[in-house]
C-alpha cells in the first residue's frame, strides 16, 4: 500500500499570498497517477488536479500541481477567500487507492 | 451532467450490515469505475472499493473480508455491504465514479455523501 504524508497539516496564509502544499508517497506513484481534491466543510470533496499537473474542468488557472514519482506538490498562487479549505492527495495508480491525511488551509 | 446520489438508512446497529445504494442521473454506468468512499467524523478519506460497471471489483484490503459492492446496469445503479459494522465505521460515505476515459481523471464525481451513525 502507498503511504501519502501530506505537510504541512495546517497552513495559515492571507488572501493574495501564495499557497504551497506537499505530498509525499512512500513508493513511486504510478505513472503519475495522482490527484489533488479540495474539500469544504460539509461537502463532497472536488477534484482539482489529476495526472499530478493537469486541471479539471472549471478550475481556476491559479491552481497549479507538479511533481512525479514520490514527491507532488499544489500551489495556489493567489489566494481568493473561497480557496480556504481542506486540500487531499490521492493517487489512483496502484490498489488499494489511497489518500493523504489532509491539509488545511485556514485565514491568518 | 452526471449526477449521483448516495441512499439507505442512516442509523445501523452494532454487529447488523451497512447497506447502501447509488443511483447514477445524467450518464451511463458503462465505461466507468464505481468506487465508495468514506470519512469518519472530523477525519480524512478512506476508499472503501471499486466496482467497474461490467462486474469486476477491487476492494481495500483492510475491509475485504466485511465488503461487498455490486453494480445492476439496468438501474444505472451500484451499490455496497458492510457487515458486522461497529462504532468506527461510522462515517459520511460517498459514492464516487473513477474517470479512465480519454485520461486518467481520478474521481471527477462525488456524490453530496450520507452519514451513518452505528449506534444500538
Known amino acids: 500500500e502507498i503511504v501519502l504524508t501530506q505537510s504541512p497539516g495546517t497552513l495559515s496564509l492571507s488572501p493574495g499570498e501564495r499557497a504551497t502544499l506537499s505530498c509525499r508517497a512512500s513508493q513511486s506513484v504510478t505513472l503519475n497517477y495522482f490527484a489533488w481534491y479540495q474539500q469544504k466543510p460539509g461537502q463532497a470533496p472536488r477534484l482539482l488536479i489529476y495526472g499530478a499537473s493537469s486541471r479539471a474542468t472549471g478550475v481556476p488557472d491559479r491552481f497549479s500541481g507538479s511533481g512525479s514519482g514520490t514527491d507532488f506538490t499544489l500551489t495556489i498562487s493567489r489566494l481568493e477567500p473561497e480557496d480556504f479549505a481542506v486540500y487531499y492527495c490521492q493517487q489512483y495508480g496502484s490498489s488499494p487507492r489511497t489518500f493523504g491525511q489532509g491539509t488545511k488551509l485556514e485565514i491568518k | 451532467q452526471v449526477q449521483l446520489q448516495e441512499s439507505g438508512p442512516g442509523l445501523v446497529k452494532p454487529s447488523e450490515t451497512l447497506s447502501l445504494t447509488c443511483t447514477v442521473s445524467g450518464g451511463s454506468i458503462s465505461g466507468y469505475y464505481w468506487n465508495w468512499i468514506r470519512q469518519p467524523p472530523g477525519r480524512g478519506l478512506e476508499w472503501i472499493g471499486y466496482i467497474y460497471y461490467t462486474g469486476n471489483t477491487n476492494y481495500n484490503p483492510s475491509l475485504k473480508s466485511r465488503i461487498t459492492i455490486s453494480v445492476d446496469t439496468s438501474k444505472n445503479q451500484f451499490s455496497l455491504k458492510l457487515n458486522s459494522v461497529t462504532a468506527a465505521d461510522a462515517a459520511v460515505y460517498y459514492c464516487?465514479?473513477?474517470?479512465?476515459?480519454?485520461?486518467?481523471?481520478?474521481?471527477?464525481?462525488w456524490g453530496q455523501g450520507t452519514t451513518v451513525t452505528v449506534s444500538s
Open positions: 464516487a465514479r473513477e474517470n479512465w476515459n480519454y485520461a486518467a481523471y481520478g474521481v471527477d464525481v
